[in-house]
């Protein structure tokens, strides 16, 4: 069998009541991805603001002195939570092949539980009204996006990586702004990240699109919904939070 988790851009051509039955499916499989994609956002989304407001997010973090005053640092739970999403991804990303397709579903939500307990602190740095305005820009401007991907005729595989080595340089830029604290140089790291995962966007939306050909009939469909979910997910939340660096209002 082809290798299904690493699909070309392409789709069989055929006519007549194949390609209406063609058409349905991929309708079917699309929505499919959307509405994990969309219920993981929300998921994630309620257990931010559930944790945050709560009060129950001070058990991730401790006091410490700083250079400027007393400030906040991850303590052992803190650390566990942040790097958690990274291992389910990883686990999902290198064990798609052996994992069961309920297995698949089920880290997913994981994923979306403990990524809202990481995201939780947005609500000690921004304004609750920022973080709904910016949220709600990020979703119109992810829809845009992702439905250009879906129906334009425009191949864009050959952007992939382009948009790989723009993410590595992003994430090397990143690691680097941690050590150095320049503000110029996080306020164009945030520019080129929503850059950077629009583009993701709609490339992945047609990755994801191609990916239909290539596992329909067979028993992976599953596995390549939630993979697909989650690629998507990724690239919303990563907009959202640089939008959010650039736009969010600080609490004082």
């Known amino acids: 069998m082809a290798n299904w988790s690493d699909p070309r851009t392409g789709a069989y051509v055929t006519a007549g009541a194949g390609a209406d039955a063609r058409d349905a499916g991929l309708r079917s499989y699309m929505l499919s ?18 944790f945050a407001k709560s009060g129950a997010i001070a058990s991730l973090f401790t006091e410490v002195a700083t250079a400027r005053g007393v400030g906040i640092a991850p303590n052992l739970l803190g650390w566990i939570v942040m790097l958690a999403p990274l291992g389910i991804v990883l686990v999902m990303s290198f064990g798609q092949r052996s994992l069961s397709t309920p297995a698949m579903q089920v880290l997913y939500w994981v994923y979306a539980t403990v990524m809202g307990l990481s995201l939780s602190t947005i609500f000690l740095q921004y304004t609750d009204s920022s ?3 910016v949220f709600f820009g990020t979703a119109a401007g992810f829809a845009g996006l992702s439905l250009w991907g879906y129906t334009t005729k425009r191949d864009l595989s050959g952007f992939g990586t382009f948009l790989i080595m723009g993410l590595v340089g992003l994430i090397v830029a990143s690691i680097v702004n941690l050590f150095v604290g320049s503000g110029p140089l996080s ?42 979910a989650l690629t998507l997910y990724l690239d919303f939340i990563n907009m959202f939070l640089f939008l959010l660096r650039l736009f969010g209002s600080q609490r004082n």
């Open 131 to 133: 973080i709904a305005q």
């Open 33 to 50: 991805v959307y509405n994990y994609m969309a219920s993981g956002v929300l998921l994630t989304g309620f257990v931010a603001l559930l």
């Open 187 to 228: 306020l164009a790291i945030s520019v080129i990240g929503v850059l950077l995962f629009a583009g993701l966007t709609a490339y992945d939306t047609q990755k994801i699109k191609s990916m239909y050909f290539y596992v329909q009939g067979t028993d992976v469909v599953g596995k390549a919904v939630v993979m697909g």
